[in-house]
C-alpha cells in the first residue's frame, strides 16, 4: 500500500512569509497527525485529528499555526508569520483508528528553513 | 504517561545483537512499552511493543523485565541499515506518543 505522503520535501522562506504544508495520509485512515521535530530532538506533536474534527490541539501554537483536514483526508498546516524558531522538519502520521492499536505511520517529513 | 530513560549513544558491529535498554521505573499497570526508530531524513517506523510479556516480530524481540520497570530491544543481527535513532516510550493504549531523545544505535562494519 502507498504510504504517507507529503509536499514540499524542503522549503526556505525568510521570517515573517507565510508558509503551507500538504499531507495526504494511508487510504482508510481516520486519524491523521502533524508532529513538529526540532533538530537533535524528538517529534512533537502539534495536532490530532479524528477523520475531520479535531481530537488534541494542546501543543499547536494557535497564534501562528492553523490546519485542516477538509472531507477528512488530505491535511494542510499553515505558518503565518513564520519565526526563526520555526525552522524544523514537520511530520504528518496517520492511524488507522484513534486509540487501540497505536501503530502509526510517517511520512518523510518537510524541512522548513526560516531565515 | 510514565517518563522513559535510554542512553544517549550506543555502537554495535554489524552482524552482532544490538540490545537497546529502556528504564521506566515509574510505568503503571495500564501502560504499554512502544518501541520506534528513526533513520536519517526519515519519519519514525514503528517497531514493536508489549504490555507484560516478551514480543517477537519480523524485526525486533522486546524483553520486559517482571517487574515492568526496564526493557530491552534486541535487533538479533544488526545491519547497516538499523542505523537509527531508536524511541522507547511508555503510553496507555490510546494516548498520543510523546517522543524523548532517543539512542542513536551506530552499527559499524
Known amino acids: 500500500e502507498a504510504g504517507v505522503a507529503q509536499s514540499p520535501r524542503y522549503k526556505i522562506i525568510e521570517k515573517r512569509q507565510s508558509v503551507a504544508f500538504w499531507c495526504n495520509p494511508i487510504?482508510?485512515?481516520?486519524?491523521l497527525y502533524w508532529y513538529q521535530q526540532i533538530l537533535g530532538q524528538g517529534p512533537k506533536l502539534l495536532i490530532q485529528f479524528q477523520n475531520n474534527g479535531v481530537v488534541d490541539d494542546s501543543q499547536l501554537p494557535k497564534d501562528r499555526f492553523s490546519a485542516e483536514r477538509l472531507k477528512g483526508v488530505d491535511s494542510t498546516l499553515k505558518i503565518q508569520p513564520a519565526k526563526l524558531e520555526d525552522s524544523a522538519v514537520y511530520l504528518c502520521?496517520?492511524?488507522?483508528?484513534?486509540?487501540?492499536?497505536?501503530?502509526?505511520?510517517f511520512g518523510p517529513g518537510t524541512r522548513l528553513t526560516v531565515l | 504517561d510514565a517518563k522513559t530513560t535510554q542512553p544517549t549513544s550506543m555502537d554495535c558491529a554489524e552482524g552482532r545483537a544490538a540490545n537497546l535498554p529502556c528504564n521506566h521505573s515509574t510505568i503503571s499497570g495500564n501502560e504499554y512499552v512502544y518501541w520506534y526508530r528513526q533513520i536519517h531524513s526519515q519519519g519514525p517506523q514503528y517497531i514493536i511493543h508489549?504490555?507484560?510479556n516478551n514480543e517477537t516480530n519480523e524485526m525486533a524481540s522486546l524483553i520486559i523485565t517482571e517487574d515492568r520497570k526496564s526493557s530491552t530491544l534486541i535487533l538479533p543481527h544488526a545491519t547497516l541499515r538499523d542505523t537509527a535513532v531508536y524511541y522507547c516510550i511508555a503510553m496507555e493504549y490510546g494516548n498520543k506518543l510523546v517522543f524523548g531523545a532517543g539512542t542513536i544505535l551506530r552499527v559499524k562494519s
Open positions: 502520521a496517520s492511524s488507522h483508528l484513534a486509540g487501540g492499536y497505536n501503530e502509526q505511520f
Open positions: 508489549g504490555l507484560k
Open positions: 487510504s482508510g485512515h481516520a486519524t
